[in-house]
C-alpha cells in the first residue's frame, strides 16, 4: 500500500510541476508574456485548490483507492491534452485537467496511511511520503527538462501521460482502502460527509491548518511551480542545466530535512506552531539576503534560500497533522483538504503577484528583458505582504485553538520563552538537588 499509494504521490508532483522547467519554452511556444504564461499555473493551482474540499468529502463518502486512481485518469487527459495544445487557450484546459486530477492525490494518500498505520507513526510516516513525494519535482527538473530539449514538447506530455495510465493499473490491483478484518472510516452519506465538513470547519485546530500550510509552504510552490526556472536560468544567468540542478536542492534538501520536522512534531505536539512559525522566518531571512544584495547574489546565498525553501514543504505538512489531531477519523479527508487549500490559494497568489510584477518592471516581453534579474527583484518582494496575512491568520487560529484546549481538556499552552525558562529552571533545581543529596543522607 505504501509503495503504490507513494509512488502515486510522486508521478501527482511530476505532473503538477511539469510546467516548470517548460515556462521559456512555453513561452515561445505559445507567444505569451509572463502574466499570460503564470495563468497556466494560476487556473492550474485555482482548480487544485478549489476542489480540495469537494475532494475531501469525497474521500470520506468513497475511499482514497477510488480517488487516487480518478486522479490519475484525469491527469493523464490533462497531459494529452497539453501535448498537442495548439495555443494557450487549448493549453489551459490541459492545465486545468491537471489540477483537478492532482487535488484527488495527496490528502487521499493520507487518509490511506490514516488506516493502515498507526497513530504514534503517522507524523513522521506523513514527513516521508510528503518530503519523498518531491521526487517527482526532481523528475521534472532533471530528466523532463533534458527530454524536452531532445525529444520536443508533444512527445514529453504525452509519456507524461502515460506514467498516469501505469499508476491507475496499479492503483486498480494493488491498494485496499484498509486491511483485511478493518472497519473502513466512511460517511454513510453524501449529506453526513457535509455535516462532518461543517463540524470541522468550526474547530479552530482545523483552522490552524490551514494558516500553517499557506504560511510555510506557498513560497516554495511558487518557486518549484513556475517562477524558480526562468529566475534562475535566465535572471541569474546560470542557464537551464544549472537551473534544473539547483531546483532539485529543494527536492533533496526537503527530503533530509522532512524527518526531522515529522520527529519534532510528535516529539513536541503543543510546539508544532512554533516549528511552523521558525521555517517561516528561516525562508523570510534568507529571501531578504538574495533579493537585498547589490548585483548578483552569490551562489552560496542562492542555495541557501532553496534550503530554506524546502523546509517549507515538510512545515506545510504540519498542518496536516493539526488536521489529524484535532478531526475523527471519518472527516480527517475533509479537514485535509481543507487544509491543503491554505498553501496552494496562497501560492496561486503568489504565481500572479510575481507575473503581474514582472510585467510591470520589464522593458519588453522578451524573455531576455522580461527575465532579468532586477525584474525578479522587485516581483519576488512582493510576497512578503501576503506571507504576512498567513502569518496574522495563523496567530489568531493558534491563539482560539489553545483556549478551547484548556476549556475541553484543561490543557495550558503559554508561550514558548515561558516554557523554555520553566524548563531551565527544572533543570537547575535538579542539579541542585543532586549535589545536595550526599550531605543530606
Known amino acids: 500500500m505504501l509503495a503504490i499509494a507513494g509512488s502515486a504521490y510522486i508521478v501527482a508532483v511530476l505532473q503538477r510541476t511539469s510546467l516548470s522547467v517548460a515556462g521559456v519554452m ?10 499570460a504564461l503564470s495563468s497556466l499555473a494560476v487556473l ?21 483507492r477510488a480517488l487516487i486512481a480518478t486522479g490519475a ?28 486530477g492532482d487535488a484527488m492525490t495527496f490528502i487521499s494518500v493520507l487518509r490511506l496511511l490514516g488506516a493502515w498505520f498507526s497513530p504514534r507513526r503517522l507524523p513522521v510516516l506523513s514527513q516521508w511520503v510528503g518530503t519523498l513525494g518531491q521526487t517527482g519535482q526532481l523528475l521534472s527538473a532533471l530528466p523532463l527538462s533534458f527530454a524536452l530539449r531532445e525529444l520536443g514538447w508533444p512527445t514529453v506530455f504525452a509519456g507524461l501521460a502515460a506514467v498516469s495510465v501505469v499508476v491507475v493499473c496499479a492503483v486498480a490491483l494493488g491498494v485496499q482502502d484498509a486491511p483485511a478484518g478493518h ?26 491548518g490551514f494558516w500553517a500550510h499557506a504560511a510555510s509552504q506557498a513560497s516554495a510552490t511558487m518557486v518549484v511551480m513556475l517562477w524558480g526556472f526562468p529566475a534562475l536560468s535566465v535572471g541569474l544567468g546560470y542557464g537551464p542545466a544549472a537551473a534544473s540542478a539547483l531546483l532539485s536542492i529543494v527536492v533533496i534538501a526537503g527530503a533530509a ?33 538574495v533579493l537585498l544584495w547589490p548585483g548578483r547574489p552569490p551562489l552560496a546565498a542562492v542555495i541557501a534560500l532553496l534550503v530554506a525553501l524546502a523546509v517549507g514543504g515538510p512545515g506545510g505538512l504540519i ?35 510575481v507575473g503581474l510584477g514582472l510585467d510591470a518592471v520589464s522593458a519588453s516581453p522578451d524573455p531576455a528583458s522580461l527575465y532579468a534579474w532586477e525584474s525578479f527583484r522587485v516581483a519576488f518582494a512582493l510576497q512578503y505582504p501576503v506571507v504576512a496575512g498567513a502569518v496574522v491568520g495563523l496567530l489568531v487560529a493558534r491563539s482560539r485553538a489553545r483556549r478551547r484546549l484548556q476549556e475541553e481538556e484543561g490543557i495550558a499552552v503559554g508561550p514558548l520563552w515561558v516554557a523554555i525558562a520553566r524548563a531551565r529552571a527544572a533543570r537547575r533545581a535538579a542539579r541542585t538537588t543532586r549535589g545536595r543529596a550526599p550531605a543530606d543522607g
Open 183 to 208: 472497519e473502513r472510516a466512511r460517511a454513510a452519506s453524501l449529506a453526513v460527509a457535509l455535516r462532518q465538513l461543517g463540524a470541522s470547519l468550526r474547530l479552530p485546530g482545523t483552522r490552524l
Open 73 to 100: 485518469t484525469v491527469m493523464a487527459a490533462g497531459q494529452v491534452v497539453l501535448a498537442f495544445a495548439p495555443d494557450l487557450g487549448v493549453a489551459v484546459i490541459g492545465r486545468i485537467l491537471v489540477g483537478a
Open 257 to 289: 530535512l522532512g524527518p526531522i520536522i515529522g520527529v519534532l512534531s510528535a516529539r513536541f505536539p503543543y510546539r508544532r506552531s512554533n516549528v511552523v512559525l521558525s521555517i517561516v522566518g528561516l525562508t523570510g531571512a534568507a529571501w531578504a539576503v
Open 26 to 35: 512555453a513561452t515561445e511556444r505559445f507567444a505569451v508574456d509572463a502574466t
Open 319 to 353: 498542518g496536516f497533522d493539526f488536521a489529524r489531531t484535532f478531526n475523527p477519523p471519518a472527516s480527517q479527508g475533509a479537514a485535509s483538504g481543507f487544509v491543503n487549500v491554505g498553501g496552494f490559494a496562497t501560492a496561486v497568489v503568489l504565481l500572479l503577484v
Open 44 to 64: 492550474q493551482l485555482v482548480v487544485y485548490a478549489a476542489l480540495q474540499i469537494p475532494v475531501g468529502v469525497l474521500v470520506d463518502r468513497f475511499g482514497p
